[in-house]
């Protein structure tokens, strides 16, 4: 079965440094987000991409993070500098195409700022 | 703010029905309701959705009130590997752009 692939799993890196995630999207899959996830709270929306364009980055603290996804397939999630506030599960999931459609999620990437 | 609301914790016991409420009084005509579910340290994962009428898969049943302003999501037997987060979450149908929005869920725990 497809799954989203994200990676690394696990980071840990100190403050002002920049770090960066990575995700594949199933196959075929038009509409990619990217989610953080604080301990004991729902994933929160940072960006939506369909395709290669983005179609809301409101909640994506634009300062310090940004976004890719140059050719409409893999994407990448970059922040920097890091900040201690930024400790988080980062999730991935992918659409087919439509709003309604099932998203599926990736296993996370867990960042720990030190 | 999330459209839906739930209840923060649930408990049930191993091999008993589970009952999951979920509020959501402003729902439009073309929303659908979804439910996911986040396993401890994995990624959500789609559990079922429906628009008006009620549906069932393997994973679970969906029951959807009349006014379509509330809904239960129904574990038919839970067992210890359905203790997880469960999200109702609502998503338009048109292909106009939504926000998605997750509250913080229903810790369900299973009780052996």
């Known amino acids: 079965e497809a799954e989203v692939a994200q990676s690394p799993r696990y980071k840990i890196t100190e403050k002002s440094q920049a770090v960066a995630f990575w995700c594949d999207p199933i196959?075929?899959?038009?509409?990619l987000y990217w989610y953080r996830q604080i301990l004991g709270q729902g994933p929160e929306l940072l960006v939506q991409?369909?395709?290669?364009?983005?179609?809301?980055d409101s909640q994506l603290p634009k300062d310090r993070f940004s976004a890719e996804r140059l050719k409409g397939v893999d994407s990448t999630l970059k922040i920097q500098p890091a900040e201690l506030g930024d400790s988080a599960m980062y999730l991935c999931?992918?659409?087919?195409?439509?709003?309604?459609?099932?998203?599926?999620f990736g296993p996370g990437t867990r960042l720990t700022v030190l | 703010d999330a459209k839906t609301t739930q209840p923060n914790s649930m408990e049930s016991n191993e091999e008993e029905p589970v009952h999951l409420p979920c509020n959501h009084s402003?729902?439009?005509?073309?929303?659908?309701i979804h439910w996911y579910r986040q396993l401890p340290s994995q990624g959500p994962e789609y559990v079922i959705h429906?628009?008006?009428s009620n549906v069932n898969n393997r994973m679970a049943s969906l029951a959807i009130a009349e006014d379509r302003k509330s809904s239960t999501l129904i574990l038919h037997r839970a067992t210890l590997r359905d203790a997880a987060v469960y999200y109702c979450?609502?998503?338009?149908?048109?292909?106009?752009?939504?926000?998605?929005?997750f509250g913080p869920g229903t810790s369900l725990s299973v009780i052996p």
């Open positions: 999931a992918s659409s087919f195409h439509a709003p309604s459609d099932t998203q599926y």
């Open positions: 979450i609502l998503r338009r149908g048109e292909t106009s752009y939504d926000k998605v929005i």
């Open positions: 991409f369909q395709d290669e364009s983005v179609v809301d």
């Open positions: 429906g628009l008006t």
């Open positions: 196959s075929g899959h038009a509409t």
């Open positions: 402003t729902i439009s005509g073309t929303d659908y």
